[in-house]
């Protein structure tokens, strides 16, 4: 064959030369740029490759009672997680741990779902395993491929349900609050405080997670922990001291009787919380770790209730212990004095125009003094103030006096009182000439009609009486800045009160619940409750002369004040006397004290107006108007 | 029959890079994650000797006896090619494939690998049997039919690489024989224009360039005719052609344009590999060590991507140390090309050129993105024994050709 001269092949073998150093190059060009010039982006996603951050929960900071006793704290705890590289992976394992440690269905659902939004994020299986899980998991761990034990401090509350609507509970964050960010700092698997306290005071006590790396393989699985990357160590969070005293609220837990709904709630005269109780209550430590899903169900089906704080979240007709502020308003007012006396005599009723209202009590009072009406708690006397008042005076008073407004107290969610803004509010609400002015004055002056309150702010009313004339923002970790407000009463008025509400339990309504060895100041009350049984209430201070403590409580469906009355005063002898003066709790005594001929039964109030549910609908409504313009 | 010595460059460098191989075969297999990987070497190992005693084997064999060979060879191999598209397995990359030959559930061999070997003898033994060297189209029907049939029965299997390596095999050869470079790069024409047909206006473009080119170059008018055909018969089905390529290669070809578009499955191999070297940095992450590779991210790094461990543990520098490597295999190869004492030892050494160019510069341009993922091993380094065999055997024929060149007077150097 022609054409392979030695010369024509040196031309061609330099062509082909050239066309190897060229691609020599040009391979080489592409190395030194992805190897020299962009190093560090491949570096970096090497190292996101297999680099996998494991947030590490920070203890969160304890809540004390005021003498250093603990309401919450952290215990070790174990956190099972598992890492995968796809749903159907996760899914695959998961059904291997079902076979050495149960995990119920729903659950695997939840985890694949929760999963799915955070796929480098290993999957939480169990936020609080016990020792036998953790046990049977290690030995199992050959075959749970991307299985992740690691130790978490784990909140755990000493003393359990009494403590449950106070504290709160911890949880792990939602997404919804995640966008809301109503967490600032938490990211997805944070664990925040959802109620109570843990809510309120979220930020001092949640301290900041700390990250760990570990190494993972294409398939997700851990290949060993404490990678090179230097981890963060967690910020434990700040601890808070209450005001609260452990031992009572427990003693309150203690006492209350079994299938009881109701509050009670202790304050100090200067506005410190003592106790705060709810029941029926609940076992915050439960949420430890995640609830499972049938016993949150549980907790948010029952017509118990149990997760209302019925503290600051439940509105009741005040009742007779409104009377305490009607006579405020006209002692105020300079209408009456100590000695004054109604025009009528209580006959066991009063008749008006052509309509009869009666007093609760039959027989009638007879002619009574304003000492003698509270300790009575006479009807007929307080219509007949109500009427001198009249409502506008009333509804003007009563807003100055607070009762249009939330106590202030420091946790979330406490619901406004209703209370009327004006004397338009009722022509708002029923229409002009719809409603009787004549029946709504007497209802509100036997703490009636469109006016309901929640215990702590009735509480923090009767500490401004039993106080020096000041009502001060109840607290229960840090004051309130804003200011506390006078009752606007004299010295020697608010020592006429106070000496009515001991005749209430010298003589009056609350008799059979009186004891020799504390003098105790108090009000029963029954409220109407178009639902069912009535509501009791009792508000009580002690000692009469020198408050110490003022307790209030109330009773769903417990017919009577008188019922509650034992439980306030129990509260205050064991706080002001100690443990020994009510000796080992008989749960039975208490209630057979309650036995009493002496019982106020709870006038009806005049059928006026519509159903008083809907009208606090309506109320709710305009109100959320009012805040949106 | 032993004259002069062996030509030793050839030795020294052959034997550096299948060190060089073997050692990052051994790395390969050091994962913390069990891969198919982990007892390779031991393989390879074997392979090793075996395909040093076939290299001794066919230095002993005079090229003649090859040249006479060389149809049985080709049919041999063409039959084999039939037998696989029919009975073949997949493996590797192109699991869905008919590559691999099978008996009794053991993979033999690709006999794609043999069918480049006998494509190149057989080729060399056609162009050097004529006086002259193609100077038209007519000319080339021959060359074309011998590299087309396997070609064509190999894209059947489909395997786009080793097809491909048909078309770098076909051109080194022709260009070597000696055929003008204008008609090897109108020869090329019709598939710039398949490549160009996917843009209408681009293609539009080319059609005129291309016209304007023939004006120029006036070639023979049958010539012309038929280029200029070919060019907008491409434009044409290059759409059709499209829509019957595997989805798999359709993924390849698409994620070598944007990785990022599937990163979990298409573009998966071309991300890590790209990782994988890109962190390796100047000095890399150091002989076996690299994180990359030992936790199983980087995929087939015992065999298409064997070079991604190069980059990730010995980094630039072990990269340009192995390319370097390559382009003095190449250089001594193509030496011995220019030396050889016939038109057939020298086709058929530069046809192995060609094949092992082509594999080079496909498998490490892949690892880096430069060209499209095909499933085709780097010589000397990826673990496999059909192919490793076959590149032993070549080097044998090489080595055979500089002795033949050397007994008959060459110098040394």
């Known amino acids: ?629 | 029959m032993r004259g002069p010595a062996i030509d030793r460059n050839l030795v020294m460098v052959s034997l550096s890079l299948m060190l060089f191989g073997l050692a990052t075969l051994y790395s390969a297999g050091q994962t913390d994650v069990p891969t198919r990987a982990a007892g390779v070497w031991h393989r390879q190992f074997v392979w090793f000797g075996v395909g040093i005693v076939a290299c001794v084997v066919v230095y002993n064999v005079s090229l003649r006896v090859l040249e006479w060979l060389a149809p049985a060879l080709y049919a041999f191999s063409v039959l084999l090619l039939g037998v696989v598209l029919v009975v073949g397995t997949g493996a590797g990359t192109a699991e869905s494939s008919h590559s691999w030959l099978s008996i009794g559930g053991h993979q033999i061999g690709q006999p794609s690998e043999l069918a480049k070997v006998a494509t190149v003898l057989m080729l060399a033994r056609f162009l050097s049997s004529r006086k002259e060297a193609p100077r038209s189209l007519p000319d080339l029907i021959g060359p074309a039919l011998i590299v087309g049939v396997p070609f064509l029965m190999v894209l059947k299997q489909p395997d786009l690489g080793s097809a491909l390596v048909f078309v770098g095999i076909f051109f080194a050869m022709l260009f070597w024989s000696g055929v003008r470079p204008r008609l090897l790069f109108l020869m090329a024409t019709p598939g710039i224009s398949l490549l160009l047909a996917f843009n209408t206006l681009a293609w539009g473009l080319w059609i005129i360039v291309f016209v304007l080119i023939l004006i120029a170059w006036r070639p023979y008018v049958w010539d012309w005719t038929m280029f200029l055909a070919a060019n907008i018969a491409m434009g044409a089905i290059a759409m059709p052609l499209w829509t019957r390529l595997a989805p798999y290669q359709q993924n390849r070809l698409l994620t070598f344009l944007n990785p990022e578009a599937d990163p979990r499955a298409a573009g998966y191999h071309a991300i890590q590999s790209r990782v994988a070297i890109g962190s390796g940095g100047w000095f890399g992450t150091g002989y076996t060590e690299g994180p990359q590779k030992r936790l199983a991210f980087l995929p087939e790094q015992h065999t298409d991507f064997v070079f991604s461990v190069v980059g990730e543990e010995l980094g630039f520098l072990g990269v340009f140390v192995a390319l370097s490597l390559f382009l003095m295999l190449f250089l001594v190869l193509l030496r011995i090309a220019r030396r050889a004492t016939d038109p057939f030892s020298s086709l058929m050494v530069f046809g192995i050129i060609g094949l092992f160019f082509t594999h080079v510069f496909e498998n490490v341009g892949m690892t880096v993105n430069l060209m499209p993922i095909t499933g085709i091993p780097l010589p000397l380094f990826s673990y496999g024994g059909s192919f490793f065999i076959i590149c032993l055997l070549c080097l044998g024929v090489a080595l055979r050709v500089a002795h033949d060149s050397r007994a008959s007077g060459y110098p040394d150097t």
């Open chain 1, 1 to 629: 064959m022609n054409g392979f001269d030695s010369y024509r092949l040196r031309a061609r073998a330099d062509v082909a030369r050239l066309v190897f150093v060229a691609a020599f190059v040009v391979l080489c060009g592409a190395f030194f740029r992805t190897q020299v010039i962009q190093h560090d982006k491949f570096q970096l996603k090497a190292v996101t490759n297999r680099l996998r951050p494991i947030s590490l929960t920070p203890p969160r900071g304890s809540i004390l009672d005021r003498h250093g006793r603990v309401i919450a704290e952290n215990v070790p705890g174990y956190s099972v997680k598992l890492l995968a590289s796809s749903s159907d992976s996760l899914r695959a394992v998961l059904v291997r741990v079902q076979r050495f440690v149960p995990v119920d269905s729903a659950r695997v659902v939840d985890i694949i779902e929760r999963y799915k939004q955070a796929r480098y994020q290993p999957a939480l299986i169990f936020g609080d395993a016990s020792f036998e899980i953790i046990a049977k998991l290690e030995e199992h761990r050959s075959v749970l491929p991307g299985l992740v034990i690691q130790a978490e401090p784990k909140r755990l509350y000493p003393a359990g349900k009494s403590v449950a609507h106070l504290a709160g509970y911890v949880s792990e964050v939602t997404e919804v609050d995640l966008k809301a960010d109503r967490y600032p700092g938490a990211v997805l698997g944070s664990i925040v405080g959802k109620a109570g306290l843990e809510r309120q005071y979220d930020d001092t006590l949640r301290g900041n997670e700390g990250v760990r790396y570990i190494e993972v393989n294409a398939r997700g699985r851990l290949v060993r922990e404490g990678a090179a990357s230097a981890s963060l160590p967690p910020t434990p969070g700040n601890p808070i001291t209450t005001t609260i005293d452990l031992e009572l609220q427990r003693f309150i837990d203690s006492i209350w009787p079994a299938k009881v709904r109701g509050a009670m709630v202790a304050l100090t005269p200067n506005g410190e919380v003592r106790a705060l109780y709810s029941a029926p209550t609940f076992d915050p430590n439960s949420f430890v770790g995640g609830i499972s899903s049938s016993d949150w169900r549980r907790l948010n089906t029952d017509p118990a209730r149990p997760l209302l704080n019925r503290v600051i979240q439940a509105r009741y007709p005040p009742a007779s212990p409104f009377k305490l502020a009607i006579s405020a308003m006209a002692l105020k007012r300079g209408l009456i004095r100590l000695g004054t006396r109604m025009p009528e005599p209580c006959r066991g009723g009063m008749r008006l125009g052509n309509r009869v209202f009666r007093c609760w009590k039959k027989d009638g009072h007879g002619m009574l003094d304003l000492i003698g009406a509270v300790a009575g708690s006479c009807d007929v006397y307080f219509y007949q103030l109500g009427l001198q008042l009249g409502l506008e005076a009333i509804i003007q008073d009563g807003v100055f006096l607070g009762f249009r407004d939330k106590s202030g107290i420091d946790l979330e969610n406490e619901l406004s009182p209703i209370w009327p803004s004006s004397m338009a509010y009722f022509d708002r609400l029923y229409g002009p000439r719809h409603w009787s002015p004549l029946g709504t004055t007497l209802n509100f002056s036997i703490g009636q009609g469109e006016n309901t309150q929640t215990l702590i702010n009735m509480v923090k009313f009767y500490q401004g009486l039993a106080g020096p004339g000041t009502v001060v923002t109840p607290f229960i970790v840090r004051p309130s800045a804003t200011k506390e407000r006078s009752l606007g009463l004299s010295e020697k008025e608010l020592d006429a009160l106070r000496h009515s509400l001991i005749a209430v339990m010298e003589r009056g309504t609350a008799v059979a619940s009186r004891r020799a060895d504390l003098a105790v100041a108090g009000k029963t009350g029954t409220a109407q409750n178009p639902h069912g049984e009535d509501h009791g209430w009792f508000i009580g201070f002690a000692p009469a002369d020198k408050p110490e403590l003022i307790v209030g409580g109330i009773m769903e469906f417990a017919e009577h004040g008188t019922t509650v009355a034992p439980y306030v005063v129990q509260a205050l002898r064991r706080y002001i006397l100690g443990p020994a003066a009510v000796g080992p709790v008989k749960m039975g005594v208490l209630l057979d004290e309650t036995l009493t001929p002496q019982r106020d039964t709870a006038p009806r109030p005049l059928e006026l107006n519509p159903d008083s549910a809907a009208a606090r609908a309506a109320e709710d409504s305009l109100r959320r108007a009012e805040i949106a313009r």
